[in-house]
T-cell receptor
């Protein structure tokens, strides 16, 4: 079963409007973290925002906010006032586990391609 | 300024060639990662290093051979690759392996195997 599900393969938004990119996750861990990354056509994965499972407040970073609904296991990314430069692939990822090695394994979704039009 | 750099950015190689991908992080991090991104598939974790020791080998074929000579550098040695190995190879680093650590990625190497 997929651990991270991004149901929107593509989204269109007009410049200056807000857009919500959906992400649902599946985990039995109590402690986990959720990340959003942006990947422009150049290929680099750019970290946008992080939400810990115990964080009571929704994370915000400038125009990005994470709508964290723990009971529904969703972590949607909201981009306010879209800009042309926001056109890119957006990936939701979850850090879980630690196991014997203690390392955070990031599991990624398949991504949503956002296109911002003038 | 990019905290994680990768070279080359693009690579075309034949199935009998041997090549290496290089990653360097300028963030003072202790952990480094190799990921593979194929078309229409989620990112796949390949290898994890912490303080120059490999802590994860995610069932990667032996034609991929990682090397971490120090905490700032990570290599991926490639030999006798297959066309299905064509992908974007991304390097990442984080402060440590522990919980809550954000991974920062490089720009990737686009590899085409002919």
């Amino acid at each position: 079963a997929q651990k991270i599900t991004q149901t929107q393969p593509g989204m269109f938004v007009q410049e200056k409007e807000a857009v919500t990119l959906d992400c649902t996750y599946d985990t039995s861990d109590q402690s986990y973290g959720l990340f959003w990354y942006k990947q422009p056509s150049s290929g680099e994965m750019i970290f946008l925002i992080y939400q810990g499972s115990y964080d009571e407040q929704n994370a915000t970073e400038g125009r990005y906010s994470l709508n964290f609904q723990k009971a529904r296991k969703s972590a949607n990314l909201v981009i306010s006032a879209s800009q042309l430069g926001d056109s890119a692939m957006y990936f939701c990822a979850m850090r879980e586990g630690g196991g014997n090695t203690g390392f955070q394994k990031l599991v990624f979704g398949t991504g949503t391609r956002l296109l911002v039009s003038p | 300024e990019t905290g994680v750099t990768q070279t080359p950015r693009h690579l075309v190689m034949g199935m009998t060639n041997k090549k290496s991908l290089k990653c360097e992080q300028h963030l003072g991090h202790n952990a480094m990662y190799w990921y593979k991104q194929s078309a229409k598939k989620p990112l796949e974790l390949m290898f994890v290093y912490s303080l120059e020791e490999r802590v994860e080998n995610n069932s990667v074929p032996s034609r991929f051979s990682p090397e971490c000579p120090n905490s700032s550098h990570l290599f991926l040695h490639l030999h006798t690759l297959q066309p299905e190995d064509s992908a974007l190879y991304l390097c990442a680093s984080s402060q440590d392996l522990g919980g809550g650590e954000t991974q920062y990625f490089g720009p990737g190497t686009r590899l085409l195997v002919l």
